[in-house]
Antibody, heavy 122, light 112 residues
């Protein structure tokens, strides 16, 4: 059974860089996209970006200038960096596995990490 | 403002049937991209409920069903149970601005 475990700094000051890592336990690492999704307190879900084991990435256009998703296939881990954070970046950040049967645009998220609340405050 | 529009809230009594709509446009649902649904219980991570418009993953009760038509999709829950009280999100792909996976704003289901 696949499990995702995530960690990273939980309290940041404005202008700092958010950094989170997600480890994948069990199952294949190479057949999926690995994604980051966030949820501000009391609000809905927002897709941040994703990476394939090959290193190909895709990002939310609204965050693209500040986001980098990277992968370490040897450790079955992938990471998120979000630069120049503000209070608007305060959210629960989830890592998730993307999968599907047809083209990647049709894929969905079938396994989720527990989430990490990241707070940005001066 | 979300690309996919959902009603903020719906409610129903135990045993009743409720539906949650997800309205998109020609750049997402109307372009033929699949709609997926997630259930988020309070304080937990979202859980996949429906994939590919109408497919239930193993373990999801048959009370949950999904459909899609034109630029909209719907999630139906029959035989409503107290444990169904949760937030529900639809998700698809939008080809605008270079392409992006998108979520609906979420719908809070209250079981009366």
């Amino acid at each position: 059974q696949v499990q995702l475990q995530q960690w990273g700094a939980r309290l940041l000051k404005p202008s700092e860089t958010l950094s989170l890592t997600c480890a994948v336990y069990g199952g294949s690492f190479n057949d999926y996209f690995w994604s980051w999704i966030r949820q501000p307190p009391g609000k809905g879900l927002e897709w941040i970006g994703e990476i394939h084991h090959s290193g190909s990435t895709s990002y939310n256009p609204s965050l693209k200038s500040r986001v980098t998703v990277s992968v370490d296939t040897s450790k079955h881990q992938f990471s998120l960096k979000l630069t120049s954070v503000t209070a608007a970046d305060t959210a629960v950040y989830y890592c998730a596995r993307g999968t599907g049967l047809v083209a990647a645009r049709f894929w969905y998220f079938d396994v989720w990490g527990p989430g990490t609340l990241v707070t940005v405050s001066s | 403002q979300s690309v996919l529009t959902q009603p903020p809230s719906v409610s129903g009594a135990p045993g009743q049937r409720v539906t949650i709509s997800c309205t998109g446009s020609s750049s997402n649902i109307g372009a033929g991209y699949d709609v997926h649904w997630y259930q988020q219980l309070p304080g937990t991570a979202p859980k996949l409920l429906i994939s590919g418009n109408s497919n239930r993953p193993s373990g999801v009760p048959g009370r949950f069903s999904g459909s899609k038509s034109g630029t909209s999709a719907s999630l139906a829950i029959t035989g409503l149970q107290a444990e169904d009280e949760a937030d529900y999100y639809c998700q698809s792909y939008d080809s605008g601005l270079g392409g992006s996976r998108v979520f609906g704003g979420g719908t809070k289901l209250t079981v009366l």
